[in-house]
């Protein structure tokens, strides 16, 4: 199967968190950049966050400072740790290089904020 498997996303009230996991279809480290991305109802597809190999980041305004994009080698998976969560924040995230390629999108996982 040649997408990215996306996990962890739930419904969450307004100020909480939660931690996303994207599970690579080969080895993570192969990728220039990895990049999480969300589309909410109506909207298209934006990225939120990026990680090149050598470890630089990349933040929308809309995130800085609450999200944080991280790479776990020894489980081939990218993360993303969203704090501070506000309503919206509500979409369905996946994951993909970056720049995207259109044949590695996944289902996405869904994130819900709202009380």
């Known amino acids: 199967q040649v997408q990215f498997v996306e996990s962890g996303g739930g419904l969450v009230q307004p100020g909480g968190s939660l931690r996303l996991s994207c599970a690579g279809f080969k080895t993570i480290r192969s990728f220039s950049a990895m990049g999480w991305y969300r589309q909410a109802p109506g909207k298209q597809r934006d990225l939120v966050a990026s990680?090149?190999?050598?470890?630089?980041?990349n933040y929308a305004d809309s995130v800085k400072g609450r999200f944080t994009i991280s790479r776990d080698n020894a489980k081939n998976t990218v993360n993303l740790q969203m704090s501070s969560l506000k309503p919206e924040d509500t979409a369905v995230y996946y994951c993909?290089?970056?720049?995207?390629?259109?044949?590695?999108w996944g289902q996405g996982t869904q994130v819900t904020v709202s009380s």
């Open positions: 990680l090149t190999r050598g470890g630089s980041t």
């Open positions: 993909n290089e970056s720049p995207p390629s259109r044949n590695y």
